[in-house]
């Protein structure tokens, strides 16, 4: 099945799709001094919560880069009081910013849409006016596993902080996720994929959508509970 609708089944229940609560996401408006007149770039946007919150308060100019029509047609249905926002459907690796013309450059659990995190932060430096923040959320690693494993795992956030520092970004503040933040994110998608395919008896993605779920459902539980975090990194171009 194509995974994008996959996804609009496995976060039909939740607008920040993250493993951080609306609270944490809050603290970005000071990390990020959001006010009037800001023009702010959000890389794989989803359903937008964070930006759409910005823009009920503040006259900001946003634009949202996402790839699943599902989420920016929820996104687009809801027109905040004050800012402007615009999305733009399709990969975030076609658009191509102006050079140093974004105060607030934010990617949440996106970095793969630019190849990563390293080439993330490059690209979002990049798009970034000097002093303004670059705002990156993605998983790190808690803790190593005691024996050698297979499996790829990411580095921890001291070491992202470190690729940011290089990529002339001060790095200024972090948010991490809970493990109660992880477990609440997965158990979300958990019930809504099982809810579905108990309402979809003989349905053609019956089989895909079951399987991804509990695929999911058990790396979340051998893999993401035991080693890995979440962390939001806040740091601001040097200049
Ligand atoms: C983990 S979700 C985060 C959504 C949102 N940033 C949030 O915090 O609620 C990742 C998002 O990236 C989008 N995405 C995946 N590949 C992408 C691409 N190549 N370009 C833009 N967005 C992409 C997904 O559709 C999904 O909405």
Redesign the pocket.
């Known amino acids: 099945m194509d995974h ?1 609708d996959y ?1 609009a089944i496995a976060e039909a229940d939740i ?4 493993p951080v609560t609306e609270r944490k996401l809050r603290l970005l408006d000071d990390y990020c001094d959001i006010r009037d007149g800001l023009r702010v770039l ?9 930006m759409r919150q910005w823009a009920e308060r503040f006259d900001i100019e946003g634009t949202g ?4 029509p599902a ?1 920016l047609d929820f996104a687009r249905s809801r027109s905040p009081l004050r800012g402007g926002l615009t999305y733009l459907e ?4 076609r658009f191509v910013p102006e050079p140093a013309s974004y105060d607030v450059v934010m990617c ?3 970095t ?2 630019l190849g990563g995190f390293v080439s993330a932060v490059e690209w979002m430096v990049a798009a970034t006016k000097p002093g303004g923040a670059v705002v990156v ?1 993605d998983l790190t690693t808690k803790h190593r596993p005691a024996v050698a494993t297979h499996q790829h795992l990411p580095q921890d956030s001291v070491e992202l902080a470190g690729v940011m520092q290089r990529h002339g970004v001060e790095v200024s503040a972090m948010i991490s996720a809970s493990e109660a933040d992880f477990e609440r994110y997965a158990s979300h998608h958990r019930h809504a994929t099982v809810r579905w395919v108990l309402q979809h008896p003989g349905h053609p993605d019956e089989q895909d959508v079951a399987h991804k779920s509990s695929d999911d459902w058990n790396y979340y539980l051998k893999t993401v509970r035991p080693y890995l975090g979440w962390t939001i990194l806040v740091g601001h171009k040097a200049g």
């Open positions: 994008q996804w607008e920040i799709q993250n959000d890389i794989g946007c989803g359903k937008a919560w964070l880069l996402e790839t699943n989420f399709g990969p975030a690796e949440l659990g996106a793969f849409a959320g």
